[in-house]
């Protein structure tokens, strides 16, 4: 992005560039500021030519949003198409990038998170998508099951390929529709670990995950966005907010670790806790309502 700039952009105009770049297989998104907005065709024409593997480039207008996890997206050059295939780790995933959420950004934290399954687990993914940490946990750990949900018809069509693509069909159980309606129908005091990777709604199906725990408790891993203020670290700000969520619903439990994901805007990060519940749950008002 900086050649980019020198070669196309004016003195004025290399200030606006905005030099991250995401690369999703084939396909690279990136973001223009609004100051270079009638060039953005001809920036990512000169991106397809310096990059040789990359096949099409997409800007993105809009942040990810909604329960199917979909960010806004403009096709600016290359092939027309938005389906493209990664690879983590050795596993490898089809992605639809217009109609699906992953990000690159994430990959550290699906084997970070596959290294604390232990042997034998049940382990309850709530916002699976294509199915990136479900299918890493069962390559890389021994759980005796994953429950790999998802609401988003197009992202679970994409995670059963891609469960029969890692050959973990033995492993991942693909379970399409609302996370917390699923909990309630076949998953009560099931897991040993818990995943709740979609910040918007993580603390909303807390109580949901609790349900879905063992009677003896289990394992949260619970991503949160949080707005920091300049005098305040992150963590402590995802820790706080963890533990009024977790009193007002009288949990015994711990954050066993609490760490940055990645920056999601000014002063706003993604956070990650893990969560040793030390005792069952139950919440009958929960159990009778859908």
């Known amino acids: 992005m900086e050649r980019i700039a020198r070669e196309i952009l004016s003195p004025d105009e290399r200030k606006y560039l905005i030099k991250h770049v995401d690369i999703i ?29 990359v096949r ?26 938005s389906i493209t295939k990664v690879k983590e780790y ?28 232990r042997s034998g687990e049940v382990v309850v993914n709530m916002f699976a998508g294509i199915g990136p940490f479900s299918i890493i ?17 197009v992202a679970y069509e994409l995670m059963k390929r891609n469960i029969e693509i890692n050959k973990v069909a033995d492993k991942v159980i693909p379970i399409h529709g609302d996370a917390a309606t699923v909990v309630l129908r ?3 005091n099931k897991a040993d670990r818990v995943l709740l990777p979609l910040p918007m709604l993580a603390l909303k199906y807390l109580p949901f995950a609790l349900l879905a725990l063992k009677s003896q408790g289990g394992f949260l891993h619970l991503y949160v966005n949080v707005f920091v203020p300049k005098d305040e670290k992150p963590c402590k700000r995802a820790e706080r907010l963890c533990s009024i969520a977790l009193n007002a619903l009288q949990v ?10 990645r920056s999601i805007g000014p002063r706003l990060t993604q956070i990650v806790m893990d969560i040793f519940v030390r005792k069952g749950y139950c919440l009958n ?5 859908p």
């Open 90 to 117: 050795g596993c490898s995933f089809i992605v639809d990038i217009e109609r699906t959420f992953y990000t690159p950004r994430l990959s550290y934290e699906h084997m970070r998170v596959a290294r604390l399954v």
């Open 285 to 289: 008002s929960l159990i009778s309502s």
């Open 137 to 153: 946990i069962a390559k890389y750990a021994e759980p005796r099951v994953v429950y790999s949900i998802d609401i988003n018809p």
């Open 56 to 81: 099409v480039v997409y800007r993105q207008v809009a942040p990810t949003s909604g329960s199917y996890r979909i960010r806004g997206l403009e096709w600016l050059a290359g092939e027309r198409r």
């Open 186 to 188: 076949e998953l009560i």
């Open 252 to 261: 015994d439990c711990e954050v066993t670790s609490c760490r940055r994901v």
């Open 25 to 53: 297989g084939d396909i690279a998104v990136i973001k223009i500021h609004p100051f270079l907005i009638k060039k953005r065709f001809l920036i990512a024409k000169c991106l397809l030519k310096m990059l040789p593997n």
